[in-house]
């Protein structure tokens, strides 16, 4: 590792949020989700959209995960997004998301 990419990567503002609520984002061009995260009480919610539609709905609901949240807004059709939920990419093509221990609390920053 360079000290040029860590400054970089030190410079995400990477949080645990828990996904409040997730519905169908009936105007995207491919299958997608727009979820509502709660980020905690000092950042509060953000809105996304998320091509994880390899989960239902129902199991979407108060499951916690990590987003970056400083990336700047972009428009999403309908919707404004705030943050970029990550996840991995299993070999069929599902993505994962990546979620922190039970013990994290909303808004705690990553590193």
């Known amino acids: 590792m ?4 860590i400054s970089l990567f030190s410079k995400l503002d ?3 949020g828990e996904i409040t609520k997730a519905e169908i984002f009936e105007e995207a061009i491919k299958p997608a989700y727009i979820l509502t995260i ?4 000092k950042i509060g919610l953000k809105k996304t959209s998320a091509q994880i539609t390899n989960y239902e709905l129902e199991t979407l609901q ?3 995960c990590i987003a970056v949240i400083n990336l700047g807004e972009k428009q999403i059709g309908p ?3 705030q943050c970029l939920v990550l996840g991995s990419i299993s070999n069929n093509g ?3 998301l990546l979620s922190p221990e039970d013990q994290a609390e909303l808004g705690d920053k990553i590193s």
């Open 2 to 5: 360079n000290s040029e990419n």
């Open 62 to 64: 108060n499951k916690k």
């Open 94 to 96: 599902d993505v994962l």
């Open 79 to 81: 919707i404004m997004s």
């Open 14 to 16: 990477i949080r645990v």
């Open 38 to 41: 709660d980020f905690g009480e």
